[in-house]
């Protein structure tokens, strides 16, 4: 979470792949825990809307969530991506071989089958030991890896992963339209994202546990924030059967605009827009924490404007949408169906 103060609990800096002292890992965690049962917090964490009183279980050495961020390379220049607007992350980023550190961590049990993994970025498919990583961590047994990918390059280990029921993606397309994602992305992938997705979909095992491949939609205010694109995200998304579809709102401006109430509004209204279609299309969504976050902001910052939280995140809740709309929106679907992507 973004917090005032950074919120982000730093245990160890300036990483170069060497292998590390566990033991002494952890004890600065439990520096850290003392600190938050005791009502403090670290420095990063202070203003977090997020902190609750909860209890704090005994904890082994092990890891029940690691984030692989691979800043080495990347094949697109998101316009909302901070690592392109900082171009020195993946020029002064070293690689190192991954896979000893991460064949250390699971021989010293600091990776157990239960931990769930996220692996994102830069773009880790283009790391040369990308294939060989998710190959180890399929072998380990680990039963959960979540991988943000931008899809223009297939793996079949991938796809092994998926059919495993280990394996889900997330693919972050921000747009309805080839247009729009040349424009945010400066590449044009377009086709092959979706050609890729639909590859990584058709390897779903229906019995494999919970795994999926979702994609997502960033809302740029002033860029893609129309409802045609969300529509038309959501139709590819359906035609190429994603698990669901993810919004969230791009953090930067965020940052730089959280005084923004008519925005704001809008962001709101097309957060409902996004979920109405999505419910009427039988299509999972997923309202990403940030835009929650953000709108509980928003709701603080203008009291009078305040929007209905449990209202707006309750799926329970029917999304209700006029039949002649309906109509045009299934028709809209069948036509995209008739073109290949
Ligand atoms: C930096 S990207 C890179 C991972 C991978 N190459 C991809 O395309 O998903 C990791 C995730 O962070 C999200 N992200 C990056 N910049 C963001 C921003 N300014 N606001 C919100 N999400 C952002 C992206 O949508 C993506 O899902």
New binding site residues.
């Given amino acids: 979470m973004i917090t005032p103060t950074g919120g982000q609990p730093v245990l160890y800096k300036d990483y170069t792949g060497e292998l590390i002292d566990w033991d002494d890992f952890f004890k600065k965690r439990e520096e850290h825990i003392e600190l938050m049962k005791n009502g403090s917090s670290i420095k990063a964490c202070e203003g977090c809307l997020w902190i609750r009183e909860k209890d704090w279980p005994e904890r082994k050495n092990e890891f029940k969530y690691i984030l692989i961020n691979i800043w080495t390379k990347?094949n697109?220049k998101?316009i909302?991506?901070?690592?392109h607007s900082n171009i020195d992350v993946i020029n002064n980023t070293k690689e190192y071989d991954i896979i000893k550190v991460l064949e250390d961590m699971i021989n010293k049990k600091v990776i157990t089958p239960n931990t769930k993994i996220d692996i994102?970025?830069?773009?880790?498919a283009l790391d040369k030991n990308f294939n060989g990583m998710i190959e180890l961590l399929l072998n380990s047994g680990i039963k959960k890896i979540n991988i943000?990918?931008?899809a223009t390059i297939y793996s079949d280990v991938v796809a092994k992963g998926i059919n495993k029921g280990v394996i889900s993606i997330?693919?972050?397309v921000?747009s309805g339209s080839e247009k729009m994602f040349t424009y945010i992305k400066k590449v044009n992938l377009w086709k092959k994202t979706w050609q890729n997705l639909k590859k990584y979909t058709s390897a779903l095992n229906p019995n494999g546990n919970e795994n999926t491949v979702k994609t997502?939609f960033?809302i740029m205010p002033g860029v893609n924030d129309s409802k045609e694109e969300i529509l038309n995200f959501i139709l590819y998304s359906k035609k190429i059967n994603a698990s669901g579809v993810l919004l969230?709102?791009?953090?930067?401006w965020v940052c730089e605009h959280s005084d923004d109430c008519k925005t704001n509004l809008k962001i709101i209204e097309l957060t409902k827009y996004f979920m109405t279609i999505s419910t009427a299309l039988n299509i999972d969504w997923t309202v990403w924490a940030?835009l929650e976050d953000f709108i509980l902001r928003h709701n603080r910052n203008f009291a009078d404007k305040a929007i209905d939280i449990d209202l707006i995140f309750n799926k329970e809740v029917n999304f209700t949408i006029p039949n002649e709309r309906k109509e045009i929106l299934f028709a809209n679907f069948q036509k995209l169906f008739l073109p290949k992507v």
């Fill in positions: 990347c697109l998101c909302y991506c901070d690592t994102a970025g830069g773009e880790a943000s990918t931008n997330i693919t972050s921000d997502k960033i969230n709102i791009d953090q930067k940030h």
